[in-house]
């Protein structure tokens, strides 16, 4: 199996790697401004793929600027977009090709982990897939691989900027605030306020999907991914997992579940 490169192309940052027979060989990301120089930076020096896989929530515009850096390598990217059905998830969606990829992508790589969880006799944990990047989505995957739905949130710093610019009494930069119970500061206040709102909607969305499996919350799994999942892990409860790359690992399920461990 020749090396493959993997791509989730996102909302401001583009994450890739490349995959061999041994696993992940070498990864990186880049903000989407700077995309235009990866043939000259990230690309420059990695094995030469034999096959690009990837998703895109970026644009046309983005997709174009990535394929640009591809061209010493003649191949053309293959780009994956949602279906009704794949790699075990059945897509929910009133109209499955409007659910975006990178969810797509992530719920793939949630039911596969579900499945290599489970034991003998014992079926897979309900559970919640969570990207908490720019913005925050919180999507429903049943024990039994039916995305029932989810939910989009502006993300943690989204929702920060938003106040500071649409509230002329709350001029905070990004930067400013820390977390406290019972904040006594504005700063704070919108700090702490940014992450509940998201925490909130994940313990409500935990809540739901226990109910629909007749079971508690501590009986749904969180696969939480993104920029902010290692500042949201101290407020949430277990059975909770951090995944660096849950977006690129669908990408695999999807397409080439071959390169991944058995």
């Not at 929530?57 to 994956?80: C, D, Y």
């Not at 313990?203 to 799994?221: C, F, I, K, P, S």
């Not at 902010?228 to 690129?248: G, K, M, R, W, Y």
């Amino acid at each position: 199996m020749g090396p493959l490169l993997v791509i989730d192309a996102g909302n401001a940052r583009l994450k890739w790697a490349v995959v061999n027979h041994y696993g992940w060989t070498t990864s990186g990301s880049i903000a989407n401004a700077s995309v235009g120089v990866l043939a000259l930076t990230h690309w420059q020096n990695i094995v030469p793929p034999t096959r690009i896989i990837g998703v895109n929530v970026a644009g046309n515009a983005m997709q174009h600027k990535i394929e640009t850096q591809m061209v010493r390598w003649r191949l053309r990217a293959e780009w994956l977009t949602p279906r009704a059905e794949a790699a075990g998830v059945k897509n929910g969606y009133v109209d499955p090709t409007r659910l975006g990829a990178d969810r797509w992508a992530a719920l793939a790589a949630a039911r596969r982990r579900q499945r290599r969880a489970a034991v003998a006799d014992v079926p897979p944990m309900p559970c919640l897939v969570i990207n908490l990047g720019t913005a925050a989505t919180i999507d429903a995957l049943t024990a039994d691989g039916v995305f029932a739905g989810g939910l989009i949130l502006p993300g943690f710093a989204l929702m920060r900027h938003s106040l500071a610019a649409n509230t002329a009494g709350l001029p905070m930069t990004a930067a400013r605030g820390t977390y406290a119970d019972f904040p006594t500061t504005t700063e704070d206040a919108a700090f702490s306020g940014a992450i509940r709102a998201i925490c909130g909607a994940i313990a409500e969305m935990r809540a739901l999907l226990a109910v629909r499996h007749g079971t508690d919350a501590t009986n749904v799994q969180l696969l939480v991914a993104g920029g902010d999942a290692a500042s949201f892990q101290s407020h949430l409860t277990e059975p909770l997992t951090i995944v660096d790359n849950l977006v690129l690992e669908g990408v695999l399920a999807l397409a080439a579940p071959e390169y991944l461990p058995k």
